[in-house]
């Protein structure tokens, strides 16, 4: 019987997180064992139709210590003794000395309790998100022996101070991210102890995002659209900006999914820029929602930032959605987002924190019907030929295949002859 991986994530399920939950089940479906561990309980009360296919079971680290010492206090008697316990302790205390925060103490004591209470049959620990999760992956890592890689994304490549990746890296069996501008600064400051950093996009599943007619530029008003957070990075506020700006004459509306901190904010916002008649906040919806709402539309936008402290967007994956449903996207040059839309193109790309320029390429497909439905149709080409999520999964278990011999299945297919760069924008 081949090992279990443990999947050490933040929290689950995420409605924002399809794309970690469509990696576990590819990889389920290819014949890998899977155990998730959360570091926290679910906050959605909705989920996704992936997550229905999932059959990994699922275990909820404490997520306040407090809330179960009990728990904590039976682990870390169980750990103490066994042989990797100090240096996970040791390593604790150098990250501690340079990061003085309860959430360090906290993934410490995650740690333990995994450590305590993961079967033996869960050979090799994976975090998603090099921030916390990993943390507590490779404190739980350092205690019992076992290897730990990671996937990272956005946020924790780019937030976390460079000494903790440095230090990071060289421990991590092997780690894969989603885009070339995290792997290219993940490769500068370190080198897993299998290889560089892997470019792995996530791709999506273009069985599921599938327009079931010829794509078509509505007439009437203009439906433009967006799937996103409410939060700093995605822009939302420059956005409604753009709105005021655009002229008078153009008859649109918006419709927006997802929620957020901000959201609240946001609709105050469009209010006080009398946009709220023409606009429409759905909240948090589950992926059947989303494909409608895609499938509707006559442009997506999408505003990231890049904000101070480095947090910014990867590739966002509604972008490719809304791209294989045959909608004509705008969004901002932030994050890495160029890798998957090409100006003029597959899409129209404009300086982030730029309302004037959003109206203005809002305003340029509102009025310039062939240029829609050109971008529409090259957007929905390049997406089925470079981020289908089969393809993607193939290569990810094969690294896994690889890299993990004693968590891969019978039938593991040898990793793919064919560079990523052939495949990739």
């Known amino acids: ?35 998730i561990y959360s570091l926290r309980a679910p906050t959605d009360i909705q989920t996704h139709p992936v997550h229905d296919a999932i059959k990994a079971p699922v275990s909820y680290l404490p997520e306040y210590l407090h809330d179960e010492p009990a728990r904590v ?27 003085v925060t309860r959430n360090r103490a906290r993934r410490f004591g995650q740690a333990m309790v995994l450590a305590a209470e993961v079967p033996p049959e869960v050979t090799h620990f994976h975090a998603h998100f090099l921030h916390t999760p990993a ?54 400051l370190g080198t897993p102890k299998a290889g560089p950093v892997d470019l792995m996009y996530h791709g ?11 794509l078509e530029v509505g007439d009437g008003a203009l439906r433009i659209i967006s799937v996103g957070r409410g939060v700093p990075k995605k822009g939302y506020e420059h956005l409604l900006e753009a709105f005021a700006a655009l002229p008078p004459e153009l008859n649109w509306s918006f419709e927006h999914i997802g929620g957020g901190p901000l959201l609240d904010g946001l609709k105050e916002q469009s209010n006080t ?120 999964a193939d290569r990810l278990a094969a690294l896994f295949a690889k890299r993990i011999p004693s968590a891969a299945p019978p039938n593991a297919a040898p990793p793919s002859a064919t560079p990523v760069e052939e495949t990739s924008r």
């Open 204 to 214: 999506i599943d273009l069985a599921r995002f599938n327009p079931s007619t010829e």
């Open 1 to 35: 019987m081949t090992g279990h991986i443990g999947f050490i994530l933040k929290g689950y399920p995420r409605l924002s997180e399809t794309f970690i939950a469509q990696e576990i089940a590819s990889l389920e479906a290819r014949g890998f064992q899977i155990s």
């Open 135 to 188: 943390s507590v992956a490779r404190y739980a890592a350092l205690i019992t022996g076992r290897e730990w890689s990671f996937s990272a994304h956005a946020k924790d490549i780019w937030t976390i101070p460079n000494w903790e990746i440095e230090e990071k890296l060289p421990e991590a069996l092997f780690g894969a991210t989603c885009t070339r501008a995290g792997a290219d600064h993940l490769n500068g």
């Open 273 to 392: 820029l009398g946009l709220a008649s023409r606009t429409t906040w759905r909240g948090s919806q589950p992926q059947g929602e989303v494909i409608d709402l895609l499938g509707r539309g006559d442009i997506f936008v999408l505003a990231s930032t890049n904000q101070p402290d480095g947090d910014r967007d990867g590739i966002p994956n509604v972008l490719a959605e809304a791209m294989a449903m045959g909608c004509a996207v705008v969004a901002t040059d932030a994050g890495a987002i160029s890798e998957l839309i090409t100006h003029e193109q597959t899409g129209l790309l404009v300086p982030s924190s730029d309302p004037a320029e959003m109206a203005n390429a809002i305003t340029r497909l509102a009025q310039d019907k062939p240029l829609r439905q050109h971008l529409a149709h090259n957007g929905q080409r390049s997406v089925r030929a470079g981020f289908d999520s089969r393809n993607w």
């Open 73 to 99: 206090i039976k682990a870390w008697r169980k750990v103490r003794i066994l042989p990797g316990y100090l240096a996970a302790r040791a390593c604790f205390a150098r990250d501690g000395a340079r990061d």
